[in-house]
């Protein structure tokens, strides 16, 4: 409980920091790239990254802070896998992958799931390596890292697509790592669009299109989305995003009550105090 509510404030302290680039960067450059190009260009990236970083060096990064006692339990079961090969192999790694989410590190379970489907091609594995490589890059505070794990996660989805084309949980990991890890954003979001027309309430795809939405301006279309967001999970950074489309088409009272119910859901004081002075100008 302690570290899902250390991570709602890093999300929403983020969120205060990023709406001004999120509302301001230029979307020239968002249409009419060439798909091609832009695939061969994360391929590329997506080399160099995997050359980097590997699930030697990121489950010895995770480790780092651990209970000593788990960090053993953990090093005598990567040690077995070594020695193992085959099913046996995944076995073990799925009892390291458990570990890992006991003390909710994503990133290696990432790159066990990403071994495990290689040994045996199984989509959920290439689902939960996704799953896990999307929830390592939010809002992490290393580029280099954030980077490596977007492109990693274009890849596994992409796998998973593969395998099972009608999972609409996978195509929408696959359109949200694309909006954020290519040069072409509006091919995921082509992808996220057949998600909600499967699935018109779909949490993820519609939170995602949302946000691109705030991004090009299109305030009308990005409130509708986290209406649909918020009337299945209601949260302090939907809201506040909702609050940001009312305040950029003049809906002053609509977004005051948005924010009210973002600083209410948080409970965060820096960003309370930003929204108190957001308030405050809307008042005027």
Do not use: C, H
Not at 18 to 25: H, M, N, P, Q, S
Not at 80 to 109: H, L, M, R, T
């Amino acid at each position: 409980m302690k570290n899902t509510k250390q991570i709602q404030i890093i999300v929403l302290a983020a969120v205060v920091l990023v709406i001004g680039f999120l509302l301001f960067k230029p979307v020239k450059g968002l249409v009419n790239e060439d798909e091609k190009t832009a695939a061969a260009a994360t391929s590329s990236q997506g080399a160099a990254a995997s050359a980097q970083f590997n699930l030697s060096s990121v489950s010895e990064a995770a480790k780092k802070g651990l209970n000593p006692a788990i960090v053993n339990e953990i090093s005598d079961l990567e040690a077995k896998a070594n020695k193992a090969d085959g099913a046996e192999k995944v076995k073990i790694y799925q009892q390291i992958a458990d570990k890992w989410n006991d003390v909710e590190k994503s990133v290696p379970q990432a790159y066990l799931y990403e071994e495990m489907a290689k040994l045996e091609p199984k989509f959920e594995y290439w689902l939960k390596s996704g799953d896990n490589f999307r929830k390592g890059y939010t809002n992490l505070q290393d580029t280099t890292l954030a980077t490596a794990l977007n492109l990693k996660a274009i890849e596994v989805y992409q796998k998973a697509v593969d395998l099972n084309g009608a999972s609409l949980d996978a195509k929408t990991g696959l359109g949200a790592a694309m909006v954020t890890g290519t040069n072409n954003p509006m091919a995921g979001i082509a992808i996220l669009r057949e998600v909600v027309q499967a699935d018109p309430k779909n949490l993820e795809a519609n939170k995602t299109l949302g946000l691109f939405s705030l991004q090009s301006r299109q305030f009308d279309r990005a409130i509708d989305r986290f209406k649909i967001v918020i009337e299945q999970k209601p949260d302090a950074e939907s809201y506040f995003y909702l609050a940001t489309g009312y305040e950029n088409i003049g809906m002053k009272n609509e977004a005051i009550a948005a924010f009210q119910k973002s600083k209410e859901m948080a409970a965060d004081p820096s960003l309370s105090q930003f929204i108190d002075r957001r308030i405050q100008e809307l008042s005027k």
